[in-house]
Structures are given as structure tokens and as C-alpha cells.
């Protein structure tokens, strides 16, 4: 059997011939128009995702933009029911928060962890990184695992954390594998208030709130509700 190399020249041509096509993170998604199943205790309403994230979604899935969405906010601005809305239109999904990988990072047969490495697996959500301010090695190993799984996959990387702190969080090799998508900061209010008063949130921070009636001000810019 003849094993000797192609030439280099032959290589780099056939590199830069038009059919030559690398992948660039770019996968379309197909969405059902109604749900496959109601997994929340409502239903997530696409009207109440905030827009740059309506904005992000629709360009990830129609091929638009590469792949992995890096999603972050405030609190309750929505993140979780945004990526919630896209799972329950898919049919192949693995929706998880990464304290519950970390719990399992090491046991290899572990069921999220095969499902992870589903080659069926059309989407997977992970929620909730940088949840503590201390990162755990089993944290760090398991989303440093979780994004070597999911490289070229749909993937919803949650976090309340912008691009630069959870750069600081983790480090570059973290920053690098969940950032070298798209970029989306969630912006809003606070929906778990809706409408009851200003939260107190970085967006706010600074801000002077008039307290909705019967609520006060403690401390710097907070509300109690009596
Ligand atoms: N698209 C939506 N449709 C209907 N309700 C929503 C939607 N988005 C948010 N909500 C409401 O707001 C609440 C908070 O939303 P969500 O859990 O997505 O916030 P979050 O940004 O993930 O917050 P956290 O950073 O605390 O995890 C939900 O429990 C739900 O009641
Ligand atoms: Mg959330």
C-alpha cells in the first residue's frame, strides 16, 4: 500500500479550491412551529425575550451567524425561558445546569454526559455557569469537558457573567470555547417583578429608583415589598 504524503503544494491547493469548505460554526436549526413538549410550568412567550436576544436566536437558527451563543444578563431578564422557548421546539435537546455536571464529572457513564455526546443531540443548553464566585475544579473540569463535547454543536451557554468576567471567572481556554460564537447580552427589566416595581440590578446600579407605592428603599438603591 502506497502511504507516501500528497505534497504540500498539493494540500494547500486543494485547501483554497472553492469546493473546499471549512466548517464555520454556522448550523441551521430546525424549529417546530408549535412546541414538541411544555416543559416549563408556562408557556415562554416570544414577545417577552428581550429583543437582542429574539435578535441572536433567529440568526443562529436560520444559519445566520456561528454557533455557540454565549448568553448574558441581569437576573431575571429572561435567559433561561429564551433558551427554554428554542429546547421546546427542537426535537433532540440536552437542557442542564453546570453545577449538575460538575456533581457528575466523574462518572463517564453518567447520563448527561452520554447525552452530551449524542451525535443526535440537535441542541444542548447549559445554564447557570459562574453561579459561585469560587470556581471548583469540578466546575471547571466539567465545563471545560462539557465545551470539548460540544464544539460545532448548537450550544445556549448561560451566565450572569459578561464575556471579560467569566474570562476572569475561568480563564482563556473557558472564555475561548464559549465566546467564539455569538455574543448576547439579555437586557430588561427583572420579569419575576413584572411590573410590581424597579428592580435593583447592574443596569440599574446607580440609578435613583422611585419606589413603587408602599415599597421603601433599603440600602443602596434595594426595595423591600410589604
Ligand atoms: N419569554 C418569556 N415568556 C414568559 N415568561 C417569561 C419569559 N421570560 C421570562 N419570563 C418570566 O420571568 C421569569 C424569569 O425569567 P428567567 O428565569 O428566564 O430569568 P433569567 O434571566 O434566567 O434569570 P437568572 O439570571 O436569575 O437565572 C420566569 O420565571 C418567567 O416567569
Ligand atoms: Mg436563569
Redesign the pocket.
Known sequence: MDVTPPPVSAVLADMTSPSCCLPDRRRKLLLRDRPYRRLLP?E??WE??PKAVQEAITRLVCGQARWPLYLW?D????????AW?VVERVREYCAVTLERLADHVYERGAWYWRRLADRTLELAVIDEIGLRTETTDREYLALKRAADLLEWRPTIW?S?LAPEELRAAYDDRIFSRLCCGVICQ?TGPD??FSGRAMPCSRANAGVAAEPAPGNEHIGAGGVVYR
Request: glycine fraction near 16%; avoid cysteine; charged fraction near 20%.
Open positions: 408556562s415562554p412567550r417577552r425575550i444578563g437576573t431575571g431578564v429572561g435567559k433561561t425561558w429564551a422557548w448561560i450572569n439579555a420579569q419575576r
